[in-house]
């Protein structure tokens, strides 16, 4: 059974930085796109960032010159290094992990921007 790992997150002053990372463990599939969305109260759940299984980048327009997302295929694990926070970026942050067409979700990380 797949399962989505995340750990990091917490609370943090505006302009300071974070780092998430998502593993994924109970198989020995390389993950397809590999990423993160953040959902608000009253708010859609967006993307942040996601990594293809080749390397490729996409960012969502609020984060984007901000965030880094990196992964490591032979771990499947990706990690999102979040700098110069904002508290608009006060969220629950969701990491996806695909395989078979299937995006798997991790339990989600809080993260609380506020002075």
């Known amino acids: 059974q797949v399962r989505v790992l995340e750990s990091g997150g917490g609370s943090v002053q505006p302009g300071g930085s974070l780092k998430l990372s998502c593993v994924v463990s109970?198989?020995?599939?390389?993950?397809?796109?590999m990423g993160w969305y953040r959902q608000s109260p009253g708010k859609e759940r967006e993307l942040v960032a996601g990594?293809?299984?080749?390397?490729?980048?996409r960012y969502g327009d609020a984060v984007s010159g901000r965030f880094h997302i990196s992964r490591d295929n032979a771990k499947n694990l990706v990690e999102l290094q979040m700098n110069d926070l904002e508290p608009e970026d006060t969220a629950v942050y969701y990491c996806y992990a695909g395989t078979g067409g299937v995006n798997n979700w991790g339990q989600g990380s809080r993260v609380t921007v506020s002075s």
């Open positions: 990594i293809s299984r080749g390397g490729m980048r």
């Open positions: 109970g198989t020995t599939s390389m993950m397809e796109g």
